[in-house]
């Protein structure tokens, strides 16, 4: 949970979950800022559809994308409760901190997400 908002995590090898835990990745980058107060309690009254939840599933690293131990991208698909089909994303971790090849653990202890890419809705 963060600040006001859900992230479901489904279908996803544990390893990845340091992603979410350490605050890499968070429902913010996708929905925006939350709002807080009596401007939250608002907005969720009008809203038809409640979005202050998501849904990652098949988080999955592609390995040997980059020629530089300093990147990672993985690619998850998103489900949003707004829309029937998923999207899948893709998104970049760096680590400038390494010259060598580590593990995943190694990696995520100085990683910041640098750039997330929206793929293509699936049907």
């Known amino acids: 949970m963060y600040d006001d908002e859900v992230l479901f995590i489904n279908n996803t090898d544990k390893r990845y979950k340091r992603i979410f ?19 939250r309690k608002e907005e969720l009254k009008s809203m038809l559809i409640r979005n202050d939840s998501l849904t990652i599933s098949n ?46 653990d190694t990696f995520l202890n100085g990683a910041k997400l640098t750039t997330i890419k929206v793929g293509s809705i699936l049907i």
């Open 59 to 104: 988080f999955k690293e592609k390995k040997n994308y980059f020629t530089t131990q300093k990147e990672r991208l993985f690619k998850f698909l998103l489900f949003n409760k707004r829309f029937m089909n998923p999207t899948e994303y893709h998104i970049v971790l760096s680590n400038e901190n390494l010259e060598i090849e580590t593990d995943l």
């Open 21 to 39: 835990e350490k605050g890499i990745f968070y429902p913010g980058i996708i929905t925006g800022p939350v709002k807080k107060g009596q401007e």
